[in-house]
Nanobody, 122 residues
Framework: QVQLVESGGGLVQAGGSLRLSCAAS????????RGWFRQAPGKEREFVAA????????IYADSVKGRFTISGDNAKNAVYLQMNSLGPDDSAVYYC???????????????WGQGTQVTVSS
């Protein structure tokens, strides 16, 4: 089992920044990839970014490239999502997830956190 806890969400004005954190515990060695997804009301949960501990590889959704940065801290067993130039379309519940495979397909992630709300006001 892997437990994931997100933090860092909140209310921010358009153009502002937030940094989300994902802390992991349990059998974290069994899942070498962390992903961030988000879900807005009435919409499907969508991929945002992912990071692999194996080779520090990162991937991003086109909608966040150049604005968001995912990174990992091995010592703290944590992954971060730095979000800059936020807009109202970025408002959603953001979820951290764990997988053995890096990718954007939601079903390859089998452990999920409870999510943290991000609201961007215009």
């Amino acid at each position: 089992q892997v437990q994931l806890v997100e933090s860092g969400g909140g209310l921010v004005q358009a153009g502002g920044s937030l940094r989300l954190s994902c802390a992991a515990s349990g059998r974290t060695f069994s899942r070498s990839v962390r992903g961030w997804f988000r879900q807005a009301p009435g919409k499907e949960r969508e991929f945002v970014a992912a990071f692999s501990w194996n080779d520090d590889r990162t991937i991003y959704a086109d909608s966040v490239k150049g604005r968001f940065t995912i990174s990992g801290d091995n010592a703290k067993n944590a992954v971060y999502l730095q979000m800059n130039s936020l807009g109202p379309d970025d408002s959603a519940v953001y979820y951290c997830a764990a997988s053995n495979i890096i990718g954007s397909f939601r079903l390859i992630y089998d452990y999920w956190g409870q999510g943290t709300q991000v609201t961007v006001s215009s």
